[in-house]
């Protein structure tokens, strides 16, 4: 039934499946010492479903096996084909929303398993959704091992994978995993962290990172890690990149969608993401995880992108924002401004003037630290 099972799985176009006993994962004990080292940050959400996530079985009592599914999306290399944006969006975003998709997938390879196998129990899809340790998980049905960067790393894939799971009601033996880690002394992802989030090895300070910052934390980015973001407005792939398992990693399955986004965001600049109201963030986002921090988080991203840019068109894209409806995005104009100030008349005249006019406390404060 498993080795049915898993060749439904490769015919639904999943890259790696494995078994997983809906059992703690290893390593999962570490949690709780993440959680009181406040490495996630304000996700409180991760500590009111810890117990859930320490055990599966709390989360759902009738999952008879976890079947862990992985999709391979390797962004193409830099040159003609890359994504306009790949400097500044995740390789994962430059495609339409996986979660739809890899939902999709999992509702045919569901029913194809209950047409083969027949009907005895439900069978539920997650894809981020469900209190799970996806990649503690992951490890546990052999697909890979939780690599220094924390992210699952695949001898075949690399740390190229997107991963979901399907709860299957029935007791199916758990696959074996990996015996151990195959970082060796690599430190690559360590070196390449802007923000020192890897600073210790397989333990990430999630507060730190830049995919935690520009895209779950809602507020006022912390000064200390503006510069680090460079030019990068939703997530960031330095960690992953770097990695030398991906370069085994065979070419990912064509993409439609990536490429009708490549034609679409073809002349997408950082001045032009600066100039976007609710209608032109919609047409250009709706279909991509972009759309899931709104207009109002991606120009904050944007203010400190271009203060990093270092590019006179950055100027007049940055007063522009300062004259934004939301506080948070003008007090990162502000910021960003203050990096051209020294040698900027005009963006001196603008930085006094916003002294003069700005009433939010929020953005006042900004601009006393300048
Ligand atoms: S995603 Fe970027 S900021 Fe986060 S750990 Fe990796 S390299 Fe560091
Ligand atoms: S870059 Fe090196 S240390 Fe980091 S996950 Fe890959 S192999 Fe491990």
Known sequence: MKEIIRQLAYEAGFDCVGFAAPAAPHHSDRLPFWLAERRHGD?????????????????????????????????????????????????????????????????????????????????????????????????????????????LVSRQFGCWLLLCELLLPWSLPADQPLPQSHCGSCQRCQRACPTAALDQAYWIDASRCLAYLTIEYKGTL????????????????????????????????????????????????????????????????????LARIGLTRLLRNVAVALGNWGQPEAIPALIH?????????????????????????????????????????EVRAELALI
């Open 43 to 151: 996700m409180n959400w991760l500590e009111r479903s810890a117990a859930k996530r320490l055990q599966p079985s709390r989360y759902r009592a009738d999952v008879g096996t976890i079947l862990v599914l992985g999709h391979h999306y390797r962004p193409q290399p830099a040159g003609p084909m890359a994504s306009p944006m790949s400097d500044q969006i995740a390789a994962y975003a430059c495609r339409s929303d996986y979660h739809d998709q890899l939902r999709h997938k999992m509702q045919l390879l569901a029913d194809r398993i209950i047409s083969v196998v027949g009907d005895s129990g439900s069978i539920r899809s997650c894809v981020d959704s469900a209190p799970l340790m996806e990649k503690p998980l992951a490890v546990a049905a052999g697909i890979g091992w939780q690599g220094k960067n924390s992210l």
């Open 222 to 289: 912390p000064r200390p890690y503006r510069s680090a973001m460079g030019t990068r407005i939703y997530g960031c792939d330095s960690c992953l990149s770097v990695c030398p398992w991906n370069r085994f990693t065979p070419t990912p399955r064509h993409d439609p969608t990536a490429q009708q986004l490549q034609t679409t965001w073809q002349s997408l600049t950082l001045p032009a993401c600066a100039a976007l109201n609710e209608d032109g963030f919609r047409a250009l986002f709706q279909q991509t995880p």
């Open 321 to 361: 924002l300062l004259h934004h409806h939301e506080p948070l995005v003008r007090s990162h104009a502000v910021w960003g401004l203050a990096q051209y100030a020294p040698h900027s008349q005009s963006t001196q005249q603008a930085l006094q003037q916003a002294t003069l006019d700005e009433t939010s406390p």
